[in-house]
């Protein structure tokens, strides 16, 4: 038996041909035909048990249609032969009050406390009837304890679908969780494979900028075609290995990526053979595996620094130092000082080195751009990452 709220109107002919309404609706009328048709009572009765089964066949034609109706009439069908069940020597008033009471025992639609105070009401109205007609009390007990076991089946069968009810408003809420956490997680992958093709493109972007710009010295200064040439075609595998880089940065988000050490070391040479300028790495501490995401924001901003020292002093030697301590790994760049003339030393501009700090803060990390020796001059940019 369904409950009767409101919810139950956008029910289909699916849902009142289940099992469960089969039994309720189909096999209960036909209980209740039967026992109005085979009853031997008096006019009286018969007529008042007559009526509460016309309400019964409204409640069946209506549960699905006007719930209000339906248990208001449920309600009456289940009252009407508790008002004369004294007078009925075939217990057929009894049964005509017991079946209904049990079904509206069972609607989910109505409250409990409701549905405890009727069936006690109902059970008042059977014993004072009984008093009525003269019964003995061990009738009266008998009709009463009727009343309770069929209240008492309804509403075990309504605590069955208030459960059932909870477990799909449950499973729902479920589904929709995890499709929100599906779609968080798809966009905070889309958000990191942005940041990737962000710093890839602001190094490849910067080293041909620096590449390019040699190359239109070389032409309008010294006027020299092969040296700017050779610029050109570095510019031109500068180029193609940011494009190889941007598939990779986006692969490593998905797989697992080369140590760390072994990534600096590789671009620490690829920074050297670009640029022409000497730049040494060196890990200290006790190497060990750190979390892909501290590995991709490590290696970025070493990226990011070799591209400024690339910009702003072209030509000085470049350390790295990877150092492993307990709760932490930290990167340093350091470029040595240059005879240039003072604007291109000044703090690099842009957004490169901010971006860093915001990647390596997603990771609990920090970023520290700094001069190295005030009176010597030289760069030194400091990443930190606890691990």
Not at 78 to 86: A, D, E, F, I
Not at 161 to 173: D, I, S
Not at 271 to 291: L, Q
Not at 313 to 320: E, F, K, L, W
């Amino acid at each position: 038996m369904q409950g009767s709220g409101d919810e139950d109107t956008e029910l289909g002919l699916a849902e009142r041909v289940a099992p469960g309404w089969l039994v309720v609706q189909v096999i209960s009328t036909l209980l209740l035909l039967g026992a109005l048709l085979t009853a031997r009572a008096s006019p009286l009765v018969w007529t008042v048990c007559g009526v509460s089964f016309l309400c019964w066949l409204l409640f069946a034609l209506s549960d699905r249609t006007w719930p209000r109706l339906s248990t208001a009439s449920l309600a009456l069908c289940s009252v009407l032969p508790t008002l004369v069940v004294g007078w009925s020597t075939d217990g057929t008033a009894m049964l005509m009050a017991g079946v209904p009471l049990g079904v509206f025992a069972a609607l989910a639609g109505v409250s409990a406390n409701l549905i405890i105070a009727f069936a006690g009401l109902e059970v008042g109205v059977v014993v004072a009837s009984c008093a009525l007609a003269h019964q003995s009390w061990v009738t009266m007990l008998g009709y009463a304890i009727v009343m309770l076991i069929s209240t008492l089946f309804g509403l075990n069968r309504r605590q069955y679908q208030v459960q059932a009810h909870q477990a799909e408003l449950l499973l729902e809420q479920t589904r929709l969780m995890h499709d929100e956490h599906a779609k968080a997680a798809a966009l905070q992958e889309r958000a990191r494979i942005a940041r990737e093709i962000h710093d890839v493109l602001a190094h490849s972007l910067g080293a041909l900028s620096v590449q390019l710009d040699l190359a239109e010295g070389l032409l309008s200064v010294k006027g020299d075609r092969e040296a700017a040439l050779e610029r050109l075609r570095r510019s031109r595998r500068l180029a193609n290995e940011g494009l190889n880089e941007a598939r990779r940065a986006v692969a490593a988000l998905r797989h697992n990526s080369p140590p760390l050490p072994a990534s600096l070391q590789e671009l620490a040479s690829e920074h050297e053979a670009d640029h022409g300028v000497p730049v040494t790495f060196e890990s200290t501490g006790t190497a060990r595996p750190v979390r892909p995401e501290t590995a991709i924001s490590l290696l970025r901003a070493g990226r990011e620094a070799l591209t400024n020292a690339a910009k702003h002093a072209p030509g000085a030697p470049i350390g790295m130092v990877l150092d492993y301590s307990a709760a932490k790994v930290t990167l340093r760049v350091h470029n040595e000082p240059v005879s240039v003339p003072p604007h291109q030393v000044a703090e690099p501009s842009g957004y490169g080195l901010v971006g860093m700090g915001e990647r390596l803060a997603l990771v609990s990390g920090s970023l520290v751009a700094r001069p190295a020796d005030p009176a010597r001059g030289g760069w030194l940019v400091t990443a930190e990452v606890p691990e």
